[in-house]
């Protein structure tokens, strides 16, 4: 069973992605370089597929997938999943328990610190008026937030 990552390192880990070269997607939690929404392999990780859906006729479907590089572009919602090592945990209760707080207080964060109202994170993340700037700042306030928490406890 993997140890789960600390909020700090999973907050640290999202801002790498988020700033890494194309680290910023609207929309969908990860894309390859050509724009394709990827998904972890569920059997096989570290790695990552493409899922094709294709219509077989009298209202059936058969999905496949085929290997692809690793992602280029992570949403925020990516972004905390991967770095909390959501797909890949001996323990993903626990990692979704880490987003779902995690998600929650960038929420109040962002709401804190612009006059919008954001119902949940996803809202944030595909505003239009939001950009990759925004979310590098709004994770580097969390980790602010978070070594304060840290200092007041001390």
Request: charged letters at 20%; aromatic letters at 8%.
């Amino acid at each position: 069973m993997a140890d789960m990552n600390t909020d700090r390192k999973v907050i640290e880990g999202a801002l790498a992605l988020i700033e890494a070269d194309g680290g910023w997607t609207q929309g969908a939690y990860y894309r390859d370089a050509d724009g394709t929404q990827v998904h972890p392999a569920v059997d096989s990780p570290g790695n990552w597929v493409r899922v094709h859906t294709e219509h077989v006729g009298a209202g059936g479907y058969r999905t496949r997938t085929e290997p692809v590089a690793a992602p280029c572009s992570f949403c925020l919602g990516g972004a905390l999943r991967t770095a909390a090592g959501y797909w890949h945990s001996g323990q993903p209760y626990a990692a979704q328990q880490q987003v779902d707080r995690l998600e929650s207080m960038l929420v109040r964060l962002a709401n804190s610190a612009d006059a919008m109202n954001w119902p949940d994170l996803n809202a944030f993340n595909d505003d239009v008026h939001t950009t990759a700037a925004d979310a590098a700042l709004l994770l580097k306030h969390a980790a602010a937030h978070l070594d304060a928490q840290v200092h007041e406890r001390s």
